[in-house]
């Protein structure tokens, strides 16, 4: 039969679900939690023979059977997506369905995978029960066990369970799997992903008593004084039980707790000042329930982990263990970029590890359950999970009740049945604190049914839904990528009632996340808010190979997948291979838990604030640096031991220093000793105070009438004793410059208004820039002028930018000072002549050769940093090469920029030089290519350096913001066109001769 076509049927003889829990032989096996070392567990992950067929009439007759000769056919590892082996087409759609609108009908033309493998009992399952497990399926499956048919289920991010008892025998067994790509479920399934199919999670066996445990449920809670604690015991079983048991042992393995449980399998068990589970302090004991018959020996025991934590909303506020916290959270895939779906464990754990040195502490599980073991993992490490349902009919939209699935009667048994199947499997987990109905569908009946279903079997935990918005049912109110203001008006909003939850915000696409200060400014402030989750983790795709052998991470439309959604999906604080961004680096540092606050630039005095809402501050240490104009000079530790969470201490700054300078304190927050997520001395968070001294240029001293002038018409030459120069009337720019026989300059300098459109610039700015031109503008010279000096020569330019069918937008008046030594002021005014939108930059652009490619400057950094992102990046003195400091996102756009700059530097590898000195502290960054070229790209791959170095000076330029999916950056930090100057001095000059302190010192005051 069609199982998988037919809206009436969820599953054929798919056990009733519960929670994952293998049998032990023994408590002490029992309490380590390993199920290798349970002899009633057996993988089948491994390498399976497969068969892939485009659709039903491909599929090999009776292959399920045992006499059925499969030798021809392919491998393929099990847990794997088929995509991610070369079937089929990795397929990526944000919202639209992959297939036509007609529910619940789907294609005809269905792919289907073909499973077999083969496996024999071990012993210890003789005269036992035989189960079945599949963690997760997509989309639908058909089993057979050696011939016969056993069952079949659906929904893809849920475990199925098949008793297969009578179907096996000793010695080999065949198991044979069809696998659909589509079934007539798959609309509740349009989740923003790359489509994948397959068995992407573990397959195993276990083996039970016939007189067995089927279900145990251990929820813990607190008593009201939030110091002592209730052990909230439910457990089910089939056949004849003498009694049942349950105990509960600390972290040491002593036992702290024991319990006989009358024969219904419920009981509430007080227990007197247990440690408390959070995500700050996350305590685990270890829950055992055993069944006995006639024996002294248990017949089935099993293990969970158990944390005492309590979970309430109170005056609108959002509390575990009776306390406020704050939700610093992300939204996570599943997504590897060699596996597709099938996430490993050693890839759950990294993305775990990840989070905590990230300072995050929540996930939402956008937007199906995960691998059990990722909560696991959150559980033992410490971070609250938001479980949500697999459930999402995006493609719908929200305005067709008519037409959508969300009130029809046919598919509420759908949306019951993925509420009850998650939280009967994951109850148990204290790090769950609140339950999701799922994702982007229109709120309707069959929510309602979930809402039942989950309070039915998790009465204590709150209920999340984003589309329910301000309607009642939940029991909190979510939003996505709400503005600024908005948020604050509902923080200030008392009449709803509930927490305020940002389950998306601070978009992570591309060269984004900007203005993540003033959310979490918010978040503090108002108790109402409970903090968001930034969407989201990891970009997700997979590596491919182009036809000239490159490899490079594929998004929608590389596999040529129709329809799709683009580079939608490289939208995450990670690379694809878990590399963060600098989104995660400037994200860990808003989350810090040790903030600086009421900071006195006069009495030299700050306060250290603990943004913990449960540990002290014991776990760190504190070590400062002085840095003088951006090198460290002194350093010192101050004592932190005992700042309360939620409270603040003030210190002053343990450094004698005068004005001489300007001085940075930097503040090092670090492990005190190795946790679980990294090693003892792990940098946590980390904050600067500046004592800014500004610095103008100092005069030049330059030996009169040195400079000989040569004008010949079109071209004005100039040399000195060490220079050589050539401006072109025609532009007004500097054509050739060469100092001490070095070449210094390829092209420029020219004013420039373009950068290459960010993933958040392209929702609109970018179609607004490229119709003013700002990427094709060039220059009428009004006029081109020089004098003579008693310092040198200065040559005047005035130009009027435009791009052709446009009206001029700026003019821009430049003056050149040109001294004997080869020194060179360049100062520039800015002059708006429209009133636009705001646009990328103002500043000026250059290039030099590629050989000058080790670069040194004074400003923001080691990364990139932008006027709303720059929290992270510390005020100080730092080297690299320009290959280096461009982000390599896969879509190319604007990128590598320093903010606050005061001087700047490049050299070759001989050692000559120029240095760049700022009057104002500009935005700079040099780069291998154009922002014209990252414009063009549409892969990193595809980016050529030409041979030259790419120079942006910005007096100013426009925010990131989060427009991909929110709101355009804050008005604040928007570049209107407006007359803005700037100063500049480039000084030739070699490191044999001198450095950049040196010349720092000499040529300011």
Known sequence: MEYYKDINI?????????????????????LSGDRGASPYFKSLDGTWDFFYAECKFDIPPFHYSVEFDASGWDTIPVPSSWQAHGYGTPHYTNAVYPFPMEP??????????????????????????????????????LVFVNGIECGYSQCSHMPSEFDITDLVEEGLNLLSVEVYQFNCASYLEDQDYFRFSGIFREVYLYS?????????????????????GLVNVECSYAGPAARLVYSLYDTSGRKVLEKEIDRNGLAVIPFDSPEK????????????????????????????????????????????????????????????FLLGHAVGRASMTEDVVL?????????RTSHYPPDPFLLDLCDEFGLYVIDEADLEAHGFGYSDPDYDVSDKSEWRPHFADRAKRMVMRDRSHPCIIMWSLGNETRYGANHLSMMAEIRKHSPSLPIHYERAEDKQGPDVQSVMYPPIDLLIKEAENSSDGRPYFLCEYGHAMGNASGNLLEYWDAFYKYPRLMGGCIWEWVDHTLLTTDAEGRTFYGYGGDFKDIPNDGNFCMDGLNYPDRTPHTSLIELK???????????????RSFAIQNTNAFAPLDYLACGLELLKDGYMVDEAEIDIQGIPAGEHRTYSVPFEFNEDAEYCVNLYFTLRQSTLYAVKGFEVCKSQIIFERKRLLSPVKSRMNAIDIDDNGRFLSLAGGDFYMVFDRLTAEITEWFHKGTYLLDKGFSPNFFRAPTDNDKTKMKWVWKRMGLDRMYARVESFDFETTENGVVVFAVSVMAASGQKPLFRVRTSYEIFENGTMDMDSEFEPLLETEYIPRIGTKFKIPISMQNMAWYGKGPHESYCDRHQSALLGVYEGYVADQAEPYEFPQETGNKLDTRWLSFSDENGRAIMILAEEPLS????????????????????????????????????????SCGPEPLEKYRLYPRSVHSKVRIIPFHRNDTNEESLYSRNTM
């Open 355 to 363: 989070m905590k040195q990230n300072n995050i502490n929540a996930i």
């Open 924 to 963: 700079v960054s040099a780069l291998l290519h154009t922002a014209e070229e990252l414009d063009r790209a549409s892969h990193a791959k595809d980016l050529v350096p030409d041979g030259s170095l790419c120079v942006n000076l910005d007096t100013a330029q426009n925010a990131i913001g989060n427009h």
């Open 277 to 336: 589970w959070t995500a700050e302090t996350p305590y685990l004991y270890k829950s055992i329930i055993a069944l006995y018959q006639a024996s002294e020996n248990p017949v089935d025991i099993r293990v969970l982990n158990t944390g005492f934590r309590r979970v309430d909303i109170e005056d609108g506020i959002f509390k575990v263990n009776g306390k406020p916290i704050k939700i610093k959270g992300v939204n996570r895939h599943d997504t590897h």
């Open 10 to 30: 969820l599953g054929i003889n798919r056990l009733e679900p519960h929670g994952a829990s293998i049998p032990y032989a023994g408590l002490e096996s029992a």
């Open 104 to 141: 619940p009908h789907i294609p005809d033309k269905n792919a289907i995978g073909i499973y077999r493998t083969e496996f024999s009992l071990p012993e210890s399952f003789a005269d036992r029960r035989t189960v079945l497990r599949f963690g997760g399926v997509n989309s639908a499956f």
């Open 208 to 228: 039970t008593p016939q007189a067995r445990i089927t279900d145990f449920y251990c929820e813990t809670s607190l008593t009201d004084n939030m110091a002592d």
């Open 589 to 603: 540092k808003i989350l810090e838990p040790a903030k600086i606050i009421n900071i006195d630039l006069e009495d």
